[in-house]
Nanobody
Framework: EEQLVESGGGSVQTGGSLRLSCAGS????????MAWFRQVPGQVREGVAA???????TYADSVKDRFTISRDNAKDTLYLHMNSLKPAETAVYCC??????????????????WGQGTQVTVSS
């Protein structure tokens, strides 16, 4: 059974940093496209960053130069390094996986498997 488990969320002040992790199991992690999404209650889930099986990354304009997505295929783990966090980025962050091919890398419909999410709270 495919499973994604996020960790690393927490509370930080404006300008702070966090590193999120997403551990995958039950599928061949290295061959899957992976992505991070975030969602605020009552709002649409937003694509934050994605990385293909070949390591090529895509970012939402709002996080470029502040967030870095990476993957460690030896550990079946996806990461999201977040710097200079803003209060508006308070959300539940979740990871997603797709066997591919993925055309629109930040679109929810491209991904088959989802984690439960981890809360990130940025205070002013």
């Amino acid at each position: 059974e495919e499973q994604l488990v996020e960790s690393g969320g927490g509370s930080v002040q404006t300008g702070g940093s966090l590193r999120l992790s997403c551990a995958g199991s039950g599928f061949t992690f290295s061959t899957y496209a992976m992505a991070w999404f975030r969602q605020v209650p009552g709002q649409v889930r937003e694509g934050v960053a994605a990385v293909d099986s070949d390591g090529s990354a895509t970012y939402a304009d709002s996080v470029k130069d502040r967030f870095t997505i990476s993957r460690d295929n030896a550990k079946d783990t996806l990461y999201l390094h977040m710097n200079s966090l803003k209060p508006a980025e308070t959300a539940v962050y979740c990871c997603a996986a797709s066997p591919g091919p993925v055309i629109n890398r930040l679109a929810t419909w491209e991904y088959n498997y989802w984690g439960q999410g981890t809360q990130v709270t940025v205070s002013s």
